[in-house]
């Protein structure tokens, strides 16, 4: 993503909790350029990893976005080893440009989806590049689809098998319900979950629950907030 040429009079930077973001108005719109220097942004999430992961962690964090929560963690929690997966092809320069705008070492950043099984899938990306999805239902709307890229589908128990993390930072717009079945918990002692009950309602949102308590993961109301929810070992 060329991120070198800005509209007249636009910063080259966009400032965070003392991170920087390469100004880009195909990922930073008003709204998010507003959260960002409010230091809102993904605020929920962010007050819980700040306060619950350690600089020891291995970390995997599903939905990479732009690049924020790793970064974050990488900067301000010293946070030696993560793993971040995005499935937008369209962000993973984004991503990388944000990790070498801050001089983030540690973060291993995969374009690719977890699954049962190793396969790929059709990725189509849009104008706006975060409303990129992997369905092509919207026509014309967030700048229409302006290519179709072929994404990996990666097993997740091989991937948890390698990585052995112990921290899940995940936010996947409702696909939780699917793939949390899939993992093996019992290596994590915290995992923090934005979750879609808006998606897969009162009964997806019961199951998550159910899933973390059978794993020895409990709910932990103090760095929990609405929809984010954080789970921990032995608290």
């Known amino acids: 993503m060329d991120t070198s040429v800005k509209p007249e009079g636009t910063p080259k930077f966009i400032r965070s909790r003392g991170l ?4 880009d108005p195909r990922v930073i719109d008003r709204k998010r350029r507003s959260l ?3 230091d809102a942004y993904e605020l929920k999430e962010s007050e819980a990893v700040l306060s619950q992961i350690k600089p020891d962690d291995r970390v995997i ?3 990479a976005g732009m690049g924020y ?3 974050l963690m990488a900067k301000a929690l ?3 080893e993560i793993h971040a997966f995005e499935a937008n092809p369209a962000m993973i320069p984004y991503i990388r440009s944000v990790h070498e705008a801050n001089g983030v070492t540690g973060v291993t950043l995969h374009n690719a989806l977890l699954g049962d099984t190793a396969g790929e899938v059709t990725f189509y990306v849009r104008g706006d590049f975060v409303a990129s999805s992997m369905e092509d239902n919207l026509g014309d ?3 229409g689809v302006i290519a179709r890229e072929t994404v990996p589908v990666r097993p997740v128990a091989e991937v948890f098998a390698e990585i052995k993390p112990t921290a899940l930072v995940c936010d996947i717009e409702g696909a939780e319900l699917h793939l949390l079945p ?3 918990l019992s290596g994590l002692r915290l995992v923090v979950l934005e979750l ?3 998606v897969f309602g009162q009964a997806g949102t019961e199951a998550v629950f159910r899933l973390m308590s059978d794993a020895g993961l409990t709910y932990f109301p103090k760095a929990s907030h609405g929809k984010v929810v954080t789970f921990k070992r032995g608290w």
Request: charged letters at 25%; zero cysteines.
């Open 141 to 143: 709307r967030h700048g």
């Open 182 to 184: 899939l993992m093996d």
């Open 196 to 198: 879609h009950p808006q």
């Open 36 to 38: 960002l220097h409010k």
């Open 20 to 23: 920087k973001f390469p100004y």
């Open 69 to 71: 929560m790793s970064t």
């Open 78 to 80: 010293k946070v030696g």
């Open 61 to 63: 964090e599903l939905g």
